[in-house]
């Protein structure tokens, strides 16, 4: 027989999901990295207690405990807090439903989610290697784990950070870098960094002591 006359079985194809519309999620609620660090204040942008919070949050852990909670996540990467430039992630989930019931039974509000990924982010602690397990599309991936990003004295930048951060990539950052940054977020340090004082502010108080002597 020629094998050309041989019907074909195709296999069946199991179906796709449909991709996930983003705009649903522009209602949901959002947490970000810095709500649960344990190196932040509460004035710095940390929302849960001392005892509750952890080091080196990084959004995929959050993402992972949400989802453990059953709730629909949407995992934005390269979102910032303004008060975290250093470890990018953002992660949203629709906590209430439309009518404003809870999503689940469990967890009622902000806190209680909160409360719960605290939990989460405590049993399942930051290693070096975990940035290694979220590649980055584009991004080359690295032999081996990043070590601590190198900034100067005086700025807050946690020790494990995502491959992608500003922080991480390009080895370290740069005064240069932080007052661009700085210009850009309206003169604000970023992520509780402490700013040096400018020379103007040196001259006028060396002028006002000349004018005491006189």
């Not at 027989?1 to 999901?17: E, G, L, T």
């Not at 989930?93 to 605290?118: F, M, T, W």
């Not at 100067?152 to 080895?171: C, T």
Request: hydrophobic content about 35%; glycine content about 8%.
């Amino acid at each position: 027989m020629d094998p050309a006359d041989i019907p074909s079985v195709a296999r069946p194809q199991a179906p796709q999901k449909p991709q996930f519309d983003a705009s649903k999620a522009k209602r949901w609620i959002c947490l970000y990295p810095i709500y649960f660090d344990a190196a932040k204040t509460r004035t710095e942008g940390r929302r849960v207690g001392k005892e509750q919070a952890v080091l080196n949050p990084l959004a995929r852990s959050i993402a992972s405990a949400c989802a453990q909670e059953g709730f629909q996540v949407y995992f934005e990467a390269t979102k910032l807090h303004p008060k975290d430039w250093a470890n990018p992630g953002r992660v949203r989930i629709e906590l209430k439903s439309g009518d404003g019931r809870p999503k689940r039974s469990h967890i009622k509000n902000k806190h209680q989610l909160y409360y719960a990924v605290s939990r989460y982010l405590q049993a399942h602690p930051t290693t070096a290697d975990m940035p290694m397990e979220m590649p980055i599309r584009g991004m080359p991936m690295p032999d081996k784990p990043p070590g601590p990003p190198a900034v100067p004295r005086g700025w807050k930048v946690n020790d494990i950070l995502p491959l992608h951060s500003a922080a991480a990539s390009g080895g370290g950052v740069s005064e240069d870098f932080l007052k661009d940054m700085m210009a850009e977020m309206g003169g604000q340090a970023p992520g509780g960094a402490i700013g040096a004082p400018s020379t103007s502010a040196g001259a006028s108080k060396k002028k006002e002591k000349k004018k005491g002597k006189a």
